[in-house]
């Protein structure tokens, strides 16, 4: 079975700051990992992927496979990050077929002033 | 390029009615998915499909009927409607693909209250 963890509900910081959200999985195999992106108001939105090793609006994670987890971490904070964070994991490398994606129970991000 | 679209927006059902949510993508993916997102608990998989005439259940299937006539629509039935679907639903698709995965594109959600 696959699992995907986010334990913090909420993060509040400060503009500025660094961010770390932080996500953990459980899989017997190659994962495919995902974060996503919602905005309020908005659909979710695919924000990395780790296969792509690529930064995007600031934004980076890596995959580390001994302590399965893949954090997104961002070096300044800024107000428009301030959104929900899902992480997700694919097993698309064993199965080959449709990604199925099981998500995290998401991370509000809360950046103030 | 519409993407993947989803009607109703919003929608207020009584206990026990039916009705059926509609997800269309333009985009020629192989396919597609409905999802559920409650507070606290993410997003959870209803019913996929990995092509026209096919389907399968997810992780939360029960009170849920899906059916793929068409390659660019997925519909989403709820037979008897219940509180405890009251929920926010979402569709995705995704292309098929034999190497990497794309990850999702999502629709913008049908908020569904049943009372």
């Known amino acids: 079975a696959q699992r995907v963890t986010q334990p913090e509900k909420l993060l509040s910081v400060f503009k500025g700051a660094p961010v770390e959200l932080k996500c953990n999985y459980s899989y017997s195999g190659s994962p495919e990992l995902f974060w996503y992106v919602q905005y309020s108001r908005q659909r979710l939105q695919l924000l990395l992927r780790h296969i792509s090793r690529e930064s995007i609006k600031g934004f980076t994670a890596d995959l580390n496979k001994g302590e399965t987890s893949f954090h997104l971490k961002k070096p300044f904070a800024q107000e428009e990050d301030s959104a929900m964070y899902y992480c997700?994991?694919?097993?698309?490398?064993?199965?080959?077929?449709?990604?199925?994606?099981?998500f995290g129970t998401g991370t509000r991000l809360q950046v103030t002033l | 390029n519409a993407g993947v679209t989803q009607t109703p927006k919003f929608r207020v059902l009584k206990t026990g009615q039916s009705m059926t949510l509609l997800c269309a993508q333009d985009?020629?993916?192989?396919?597609m998915y409905w999802y559920r997102q409650d507070p606290g608990m993410g997003l959870r998989l209803i019913h996929y499909s990995v092509g026209e005439g096919t389907t399968a259940k997810g992780e939360v299937p029960d009170g849920y009927n899906v059916s793929r006539l068409k390659k660019q629509n997925f519909l989403l039935g709820l037979e008897s409607a219940a509180p405890s679907q009251t929920s926010v639903y979402f569709c995705a698709s995704s292309p098929k693909t034999l190497q990497i995965d794309y990850g999702y594109t999502f629709g913008s959600g049908t908020r569904l209250t049943v009372v």
């Open positions: 985009m020629n993916h192989e396919y």
């Open positions: 997700a994991l694919s097993g698309f490398r064993n199965t080959g077929t449709a990604s199925k994606l099981t």
